[in-house]
């Protein structure tokens, strides 16, 4: 089904190999969308859609990035469509904590989001037009035990694409978050699901009140619609799509 501005589109899909990144590349193509996806993992994908256009990069890079987005907008066209996906999770308690996987995972989950949208912003506010969307997090929202680096990147990434909304606004530039809960993908195979659930008093962990893991679909709806002229008078939102879990705290 085409979506009001996202037909003839270009859009660039961080993270598109597999999982939410994988969902979004194909609810952007059906929507009318060219798609470009770029993600550090080579073959297989995820998306076998062949309208997809796949490149392996890294977000971590910003001078890549910076070829990445001048290769895609001389292959497809101007970008108006961006959509940062791309994240990692490493877990474990604070106090054990190693600094190597601190800073790899603010590198992806907060530089790379912003190597990214500097990028794309740059050409998007001479033609006064575009949107940009962040995949966060509800962690990023309520404290989880053993998850502090992910949840401080997945905070930061918001904040700064709802700044970053703020300083594109009076060029017609509109950056939203979507911040999923748990969601059927790698990442959440190695979490207990029971607890994700019915929660963990234990843990200070609220279940999910709709009794259900949100599958990557769900959360490409919400970009999907962000994306849209549907939400043409929404930016620096952050939309909570979890199934109730955070009590939207």
């Known amino acids: 089904m085409n979506e009001p501005g996202l037909s003839g589109a270009v859009a660039l899909v961080t993270g598109a190999a597999r999982g939410i990144g994988a969902a979004v590349t194909t609810a952007l193509a059906r929507a009318g969308a060219a798609v470009a996806g770029v993600d550090l993992l080579p073959e297989p994908?995820?998306?076998?859609?062949?309208?997809?256009?796949?490149?392996?990069?890294?977000?971590?890079?910003?001078?890549?990035?910076?070829t990445v987005v001048a290769e895609v907008e001389d292959l497809l066209g101007p970008i108006g469509v961006l959509v940062n996906v791309a994240g990692i999770l490493r877990t474990g308690a604070v106090t054990d904590f190693g600094e190597d996987d601190w800073?790899?995972?603010?590198?992806?989950?907060?530089?790379?989001?912003?190597?990214?949208?500097?990028?794309?912003?740059?050409?998007?506010?001479?033609?006064?037009?575009?949107?940009i969307i962040?995949?966060?997090?509800?962690?990023?929202?309520?404290?989880?035990?053993?998850?502090?680096?992910?949840?401080?990147?997945?905070?930061?990434?918001?904040?700064?694409t709802r700044c970053l909304g703020l300083e594109l606004a009076e060029h017609g530039i509109r950056c939203n978050v979507v911040s999923p809960g748990s969601t059927e993908t790698v990442m959440q195979a190695g979490l207990d699901r029971r607890s994700v659930l019915e929660g963990d008093p234990a843990t200070f962990r609220v279940g999910i009140p709709l009794g259900r893991v949100a599958d990557p679909a769900d959360i490409a709806d919400a970009v999907t619609f962000l994306?849209?002229?549907?939400?043409?008078?929404?930016?620096m939102q952050d939309l909570y799509v979890d199934g109730g879990a955070t009590l939207r705290a």
């Open 227 to 235: 994306a849209s002229d549907r939400a043409r008078h929404i930016t």
């Open 103 to 131: 800073n790899r995972v603010f590198a992806v989950n907060a530089s790379g989001v912003f190597h990214v949208s500097r990028a794309v912003a740059r050409r998007m506010v001479p033609r006064r037009s575009g949107t």
């Open 134 to 160: 962040t995949v966060a997090s509800n962690a990023g929202g309520v404290p989880r035990m053993g998850m502090a680096a992910y949840a401080a990147s997945k905070a930061a990434s918001a904040m700064f």
């Open 45 to 66: 994908w995820e998306d076998r859609d062949e309208k997809v256009t796949r490149l392996v990069a890294d977000v971590t890079d910003p001078a890549r990035m910076e």
